[in-house]
């Protein structure tokens, strides 16, 4: 195995891959970024144009000494904007199985960056269908801190190292596809006491 699976935890309550690809070969699964506050941030920096647009014209003119000098932050937060936007965008996972090199491949991208796991079904211990503990936001102004709940998660089990976090999401979504990915690999699905029963609160 090659990579550290704790580079594939989320800090999001969900994930929510999709299958792009199924067939005897190759088992492919994909997700991509957070689109809605990329879409939000694009949105708010291209109102912010009709503003920053008049202040680098005056800025131009007649430097940091005119009246628009004390409004030069304006051009700064369109750019912050559409850096976040970018970099959300480019926000990208797949999970990739491979039939014929018996191999399993996590992959996480960024604008930035590029991190891979990858281990031989040989090395896979299990597939789990558990519960994590998620939290539900940020403490503020002294208030109490944020307390968590349960959301369904699917980990695959790797030899000598933790498990890496595969999706999270509803709990009849992550047993279907972990179905598909333990009968790919010839692993079993093992799967918490708290959901065999099929929790209600769970399922959405």
């Known amino acids: ?6 580079q594939f935890e989320a800090i999001g309550n969900r ?11 190759r088992l492919r699964l994909s997700w991509q970024g957070a689109r809605f506050p990329a879409f939000l941030c694009v949105g708010m920096a291209v109102l912010l144009l009709f503003i920053s647009v008049p202040i680098l014209q ?4 007649r430097g940091f000494v005119g ?21 959300l965008v480019t926000q990208r996972r797949t999970i990739e199985f491979d039939s014929e090199k018996k ?6 991208r960024s604008l930035y960056r590029k991190i891979r796991l990858t281990a031989g079904f040989d090395e896979i211990d299990k597939i789990t269908l558990g519960i994590d ?26 030899s000598g190292t933790d498990a890496a976090l595969l999706d999270r999401g509803s709990l009849r979504r992550l047993d279907e596809a972990g179905k598909k990915i333990a009968a790919r ?7 918490a006491p708290e959901l065999a029963g ?7």
């Open 1 to 6: 195995m090659t990579g550290d699976p704790a």
């Open 15 to 25: 994930l929510g891959f999709t299958i792009v690809e199924d067939s005897p070969e």
């Open 58 to 61: 005056a800025l131009h003119v």
């Open 67 to 87: 009246p628009a000098g004390s409004l030069w932050y304006f051009p700064l937060m369109n750019l912050v904007l559409f850096g976040i936007a970018i970099f």
């Open 103 to 108: 191999s399993l491949e996590l992959c996480r």
């Open 133 to 158: 503990q998620v939290s539900s936001g940020f403490s503020m102004g002294g208030s109490t801190a944020a307390e968590s709940f349960p959301v369904p998660a699917l980990r695959i089990h790797i």
């Open 185 to 191: 690999i010839g692993k079993p699905l093992e799967i």
């Open 198 to 204: 099929g929790d209600p609160a769970l399922k959405p």
